[in-house]
Structure formats: structure tokens, C-alpha cells
């Protein structure tokens, strides 16, 4: 939407390989994903030579290396603005004890000065995984946990394959330019994974070769793009029924003739990706 504050960003790296992130959507305002490092996140708002008020807490799952620091935060900072209470957001099928705000699929968050966050029920890693999509954005932008890694997704903890399919197909339904923010850094190993099962798409091996060296400078590869993940994310490829397009399909997944699409072939390559195949 014209006219909005520009919303920006921070990737605040927290924990072993997670992501937390500081969204600025008006002067002064912000809002936490997963803020599961107390520590450094408080470390992060008071490196800000005028740290926001926090009003939302926005959690994408129940596990603790995403939700674990809510409370924390919480305690912390609502003494310091007693007048803005932050609203803790969770999937209504993800009980969490912080939880102040709980939310459904196409649930809208208008936050003060226009901009519009909508909740995007995305099940498979967890009954109730949410993800966050900044719809007033420009560029919009979605915050995806532990539903699409850049390159990947979740594991099935609870949920089948078919839901993940849904899942993600739901997300890169979105506009090809969205920036998409995910909970781990896990690029290097998911394009790795996913070079040795379309070892023919020269985009993958690019995108792998990139990836390893914004890594060897330390730095984060997120943000993706809805874009990237469908040219360069297996799981996306076999969400949308693809034979690997470019890629040249799936011999080192299904056997001579296996055809199979959707569902049955997301759910292939995920046992591929959780038994190492592509280590052996």
C-alpha cells in the first residue's frame, strides 16, 4: 500500500542456527518473530539508538527455540511501556502459555499506522504452525518458521504430506518478488540436499555456490523469495507435482517408471532428506 511506513526488517541470529527478526512498521512500533534468545534479542532493541515499543509478539509454532523466550520478553519489556501492552500471537492449534492472542487461517493484525499482517495457517511441522504475511508491505513479506526454509521445509512432526503440499503451494501462491523470511539458517545443507536430487538445474547449483559463500562471511542468506523457491526449492518442485523442470527429475528419489506427483512425491523426497540419502 502506498503511502505506509516502510516496513523493514532485522535479522537478529539467535541460538544455535534460528532466526529472530525485528519488524519496524511505524516510527517507533515494531514487532518480534520468535524471539526465542532473550538475551540477544534485548541486546539487539537496546543497540537501537531509540529502541520501538514492541507491540506484537508474533509466533510462528510452540517449539521453545521459537517460542521458548516469550514470557521473558514479555516480562521485561511490559514494565517499560505500560501503556502498550505486547499482544503474544500464536495459532489457536499450538497451545503455548504465552499465548495472549490466539489466531485462525485469513486472521488479519491491523497494527497502528495502516500496515496489515495476515495469519496464514501453513500445518505439517506442527497442528498449528502459523505464518506471517505482511500484505500492506512493498515488497510484501512473509515470516514462514519452520514451514519453508530457504531451499527446504520442515520436518512432518505432525502432519502428513499432503498438508505440508498444501502448505506450501499456500505460500507460493503469493507474489513472486515476496521476501520470505524462514526460522533457521539451514541454506547450505537444503541446496546441498536439493543438488543431489536435481543435480541437473543449473539454477540450484548456482544457488548453492552463492549460498556457500555468503556463509564463509558470515553472513545470513536470507531473505528469499517466493520466486527462488519455486525455481530452487525441492520440496516447492514437488508440491507443484514438477518432474524437477530444468532440474531433469527425480532418479535418485523414485525408481525407473515410478511416476508419482503431489503429495506422494513431497512425501518421497522428505524421507529422502530425513534418512541423509544424499550423504551416502
Known sequence: MSGLYPLSVDIIPILEDNYSYL??????????????DPPLV???????????????????????????????IVETLNPTQPSDPITVVCGSLDSHPSTTL??????????????????VHTPAHTKGHMCYLVDSAEPKVVFTGDCMFKGGCGKL??????EMTTSLLRLTSLPPQTLVYPGHEYTVS?????????????FIEGALEEARK?????????????????????????AAGGGGGEGGGWGRILREGEEVGGDELLGKVREAKDKGMHKR
Open 23 to 36: 519488524a519496524t512498521y511505524a516510527p517507533g512500533y515494531a514487532f518480534l518473530i520468535d524471539p526465542a
Open 42 to 72: 534485548l541486546a539487539h532493541l537496546q543497540s537501537l539508538p531509540t529502541p520501538p515499543i514492541i507491540t506484537h509478539i508474533l509466533t510462528t509454532h510452540k517449539h521453545w527455540d521459537h517460542a521458548g523466550g516469550n514470557l521473558k
Open 102 to 119: 490466539p489466531c485462525f487461517n485469513s486472521d488479519v493484525i491491523n497494527l497502528p499506522g495502516g500496515h496489515v499482517v495476515k495469519c
Open 190 to 202: 537444503n541446496l546441498e540436499f536439493a543438488f543431489w536430487a536435481l543435480p541437473d538445474s543449473s
Open 214 to 238: 555468503i556463509r564463509e562471511e558470515g553472513k545470513p542468506t536470507v531473505p528469499s523469495t517466493v520466486e527462488y523457491e519455486r525455481m530452487g526449492n525441492p520440496f516447492v518442485i514437488a
Open 157 to 162: 512432526f505432525e502432519g502428513s504430506p499432503s
